[in-house]
Each structure stands twice: as structure tokens, then as C-alpha cells.
């Protein structure tokens, strides 16, 4: 309890430190810096001016996705709409839009704190009950709840993202909500974040996979047949199957055993059914007078699987289907969308003890192989990997990572400028950056998974004594 008091206030102070950088760029920047209108942190899902545009629309009787602008959910225009309109006091209106980003931010870091600090109770369990003294100490010193939000608060690429308006926040905080809801098992909140989170952006319906983990097993743990080989022994052959089942079937002899809960996936899975009809609901309303569901699932989750804007992001698509022919690109598509279902289940299957570094891979994987990717969708992932910096310890090309994430990220502008601006350079410049920043994302995600298995190695390694003891 001491220790947690004397980490409590050089957290908050570093938190609340992030927030008032914020409304200081805000307040006292708010046309010099204008990230609203770049490539890297507005895509035509998540741009603030698209929104604006699909308001205005709105409001002047029209359908919302009349024209190629907006294709986000009519919800947030009835949320975030309003602060668009320029009233005569925009300064005004624009501190209110840029508080509510300010606040998911806040949000979202706390929600990440909790799930650390979940995770970390739940691993000092498994290490006590593993008899892993050694490796309990070293995950004790690091407190990857408080590392873990700060990442997310102080991470350039979050603040940036704050900072230029882009809707991104809002849908990292109701991806974080989900999993925070499937960590405490609290069924109706991981269904309505997970939902939301969908019908923002559709690629988070994967996260399906870990959080039924969640909610069903628990957190995060070791593999299970480490506790079976901590309770029997190595050698398996010497008990009989007897005695496997009476142990298996005792409320002690399973204590560390894990037991899936069918119940409550059914459950989530109903209140997931629940929040749906209630979000198409209120989107059936909402476009009422001017289009139906027909429409918006058109404008949204089509104009995302179509990718038919092909304005220059820090993606791979646009540039390949700028270039492929026309006969081809139904293909491409097809390929290029169903990459990402084909790790989905090799991943669940090698990483099912681990649902939430799961999470974090999955989220990894598709910012960089989304339709319209963000550096907002790269904050998120890398905050979510504070969670495991006492698993992690010991991953390798962390520097070089580093260099290659800050370098591409600093050349995106400069060759967008030399391409856009000053006419000297072509979309070559620009995509080999964006080629660059995709394979350090690709690196970080099979060097984090390899580190997370050699972690799982090295405690299986730990606590073989132990069981050589019980026998």
C-alpha cells in the first residue's frame, strides 16, 4: 500500500501535465498549428471538416452523405455536429470541440491505467500460485498501469491527433471501454464499447476474439498446461487418469485451473445484440427524413471495404489501387481485406491464454492494414503496449524501432510538402514513407509477439524446479 500512495502523485502530476499541454496548444495555438488538414492525422473517416460538411448538409434538409464527404455514423453528427457551427463566438465553439477530444483522451488513459493494474494483479496471482519468485519481483517494480497511460498521454501521435480534430479519439475510447468492461467482466459495458467501436469504424468487430477470451477465461495468464505441470508434476504418466479426473473435478485441486464461462459469452453476445438494434435504432431516426440504413451501410462500411477515395494517406491502399487496373481491383480487394481475417485464428489459437496482448496485436495489425489509417490508430496500439513492458523487458530492436517510427514519421510531412507544395517531388516520395512506417509497424508487432512467447518460455523454464519439487 505504501508504494502504490508514493506512485499515486508523480502519476497524477505527469497526467494532468498532459492535459494542460494540451489546452495550452489549444488555446494559444489554435491556427498556427493546423494538423486538421493533414493527410496523416484526417482521413475521410475521422476528418473534423468532412463532419462539418456532413452537418451543414443536414441541417439544410439534405442526406448527410449527398455528395462524397462525409462517410462517418449519423450519430456523431448529433453529438459533434453541433459544436462544428460557427455561431459568431467560433472561438468559443472551437474550445468546446477541442475539450471533448481533451476529455476521451483523459478517459481513454484512465481506462488503460485500470486494465493495467488488472493485469498486473492477475499476474502476480499466476506467478505466486507458479511459485515464480524471482520473476514476481521484477514484475512488481513496474507499475504498467501508470507507464501504460502515460505512454497514451504523452505520446506525441495522441496529441497530435487531439489537436487536429480528428474523430479517432472517440473511437479509441470506446475500443479501450470494451476491453476495460471484458477485464472486469462487466458484460453490458465490453458489448456496448465493442459495438460502438464497430460501427465507427468496422475493424474493430475483430476484437470479438479476445474479448469472448475475456469475458469466458479471465485475463491474462501463463499457459495453462503450466499450472496442470506445477499441480501433477512433469511427469504425467505417473499419475494415473484416476487420480487426473478426481483432481480436476475438486473445487482445490482447480483452483489455478481455467474454467470457461459459456454463460457469460452468451450474454455478451446477447447485449451486443442489444446495443446493435439500439444503435441501428437511432441511426434509422436520424436519417429518417432523408435516406435509410440502406444508405449509411453504403456510405460507411462499403465506401471502407470499397476504398474509393484515394487521397493520400499513411496507408498502402490508396497507392496500390491508384495504380492497379480496373479489372483487377475486385480482386485485390478481396486480398487485401481478407489478409487480415487470415491471422486472425493462428493468432487466437498461440496467443488464447493472453486475450488482451491479443487485443493489442489485433489492433496493431489492422492500423496498418486498414482502408484509412491514422497516426490516432498507432497511439492507441502503442499505449495498449505499456500494459506488457514487464513481459516485454527483454524485446529486441527497441532503439532501432524507435528511430524508424520517429524518422518516417518526421519524413511523411516533408515529402508530402515536396510533392503537394513545391512540385518537386512525385507520390513515389510520399509512399515509400508510408511503405517505411508500415514495416516498422509489421517489426514491432512480430518482435512484441516473439518477446511475449519467450516470456512464456522463460516462466515455463522458472518454474520447472518447483514442479520437480512436488514430485
Known sequence: MEKSTKKQPWFWTSAVASIITRLVLIIYFPNTLNFSSRPEISTPLTSIRRLAEGYWLKQSSMSPYAGSMYHGSPLLLSILGPLTIDRGEGQRSHLLFSLAFVVADFITAMLIRSIGQLLQIADSQSLKSLGAGRLLKVSENFPSGDIAALVYLWNPLTIITCLGYSTAPIENLMIVLSLYGACKRLVPLAAFGWVIASHL???????????????????????????????????????????????????????????????????????ASVWAFYVLVLCSISLKEFSGLGEMFKRTYGFILSVEDLSPNIGLLWYFFAEVFDFFRDFFLIVFHINILFMVLPLAIRLHHRPCFLAFVYIAISSVLKSYPSVGDSALYLGLLGLFVNALADMQFSFFLFSGYLGTLLLSPVMHNLWIWRGTGNANFYFATAMAYACFQIILVVESVSSMLSHDRALKQATTPVSKKVL
Open 201 to 271: 469504424s468496422l475493424y474493430p468487430a475483430i476484437l470479438v476474439i479476445p474479448l469472448v477470451l475475456l469475458i469466458g477465461s479471465g485475463l491474462d495468464t501463463p499457459p495453462r498446461k503450466l499450472f496442470v505441470q506445477n499441480k501433477y508434476g512433469d511427469d504425467q504418466n505417473e499419475l494415473s487418469s484416476d487420480t487426473h479426473r478426481k483432481h480436476k473435478g475438486t473445487t482445490n485441486g482447480t483452483s489455478n485451473l481455467i474454467v470457461f464461462s459459456w454463460r457469460r459469452v452468451v450474454l455478451f453476445f446477447f447485449w
